[in-house]
């Protein structure tokens, strides 16, 4: 297991930094800065969307979309083929969501946006009926959250978690925080399941992405 050393502090420094983002997503992310809406980080939203060029999802479920940021990342990665639902409660967000989207020339019928909470929308989509959930969401229901992005992600989908860092206390086995504890138990919820291939990707907020397979594996403790 590696530690942390100036070399490999610098590496991952590096890596981070390699990440180049389009004028629009750059105004997308000032106006998060201006509604102090965190978004994900653009080493994380560059995974996302190599992970959706892979896959090619074409039902999406987004749970917490802030401005649009990551929604941006998986619409322009997969093209018009992709239908996203995006959820977010706050108003003010998902009207700024809107307006990004329609300035990035993304079409109304590509992202249908619901502002409502969303333990009161999930528990209306159909199992197995999406190829890929994002959460990045508050974690007083992160648990809940998982538990529905494993009902309606069909086999081969992909379930991601952004924030997996919790701000870096993850690491931090004295941290007792609501979100901490959270963000660990929702982890190991996806982790120990055998239905699924998990890895913790070292973006800058961390993203923590499983995939449902077709077989269950066995899963060494």
Known sequence: MPSMNPELFASWTYSQNHVSEPEHVAQVRERAEDLGVRCIDPAGRSMLQLLCTLRRPRNAVE????????????????????????????????????????????????????NERAENVLSRLADHAYDLVLIDAGADLLLEY????????????????????????????????????????????LREDPRLQTHLFPSEQGLFVATVLPQPISKSR
């Open 63 to 114: 749970i917490g979309s802030g401005v649009g940021v990551a929604s941006l990342a998986m619409l322009e990665a997969v093209g018009p083929s992709l239908t996203l639902t995006a959820i977010e409660s706050d108003l003010e967000h998902a009207n700024a969501m809107r307006q990004g989207l329609r300035e990035s020339g993304i079409p109304s019928a590509r992202a249908r946006i619901i």
């Open 146 to 189: 998982v538990a529905e992005a494993k009902r309606i992600v069909g086999v081969g989908g992909v379930i991601i978690l952004n924030n997996a860092f919790d701000e870096h206390r993850l690491a931090k086995p004295a941290v007792r925080r609501t979100s901490t504890v959270m963000t660990r138990d929702a982890l190991r919820m």
